[in-house]
């Protein structure tokens, strides 16, 4: 089961090289607070960002939204901060990635377009991949 940690810190872009921008630290920072209630399907949630819910999940994925998000379907992700177990068969993320470790494991992290994406293993070598839209805040 992985354990879902929400964050959004945004790094230069490695979609686009030779371009990189300072994000606005202030806009982009998202509280954590502990989670409470009932775990959901196929996931040990630790923490969660302040204020936002559980729009749904499944053993693949995890999906959090502000509690008036205007999209209530599970299986939109635009806007929203998304968890997924990648199948054992994936491949890796491509190798220009920056190095992002995540709890002492192997990490890389990526901006592409308007789309943050943090992937790492867990203790099983599984991969998660951490989705949220660059300016996302809560």
Avoid: C, E
Wanted: no cysteine; proline share 11%; aromatic share 8%.
């Amino acid at each position: 089961m992985p354990a879902a940690v929400a964050s959004s810190r945004p790094q230069p872009s490695h979609s686009q090289p030779g371009q990189t921008t300072a994000p606005d630290k202030q806009s982009r920072q998202i509280k954590l607070v502990a989670w409470v209630g009932t775990q959901p399907p196929g996931y040990r949630v630790s923490w969660m960002p302040k204020g936002w819910v559980a729009q749904g999940s499944t053993p693949y994925v995890l999906v959090m939204a502000l509690p008036n998000a205007k999209d209530k379907n599970p299986d939109s992700f635009i806007g929203k901060l998304v968890v997924m177990l990648q199948f054992r068969d994936a491949s890796a993320p491509p190798a220009d990635w920056a190095s992002q470790p995540v709890n002492g494991r192997p990490g890389q992290f990526d901006v592409q377009g308007d789309t943050q994406i943090l992937t790492f293993q867990i203790a099983d070598g599984q991969r998660v991949v951490v989705q949220a839209a660059v300016g996302i805040s809560g």
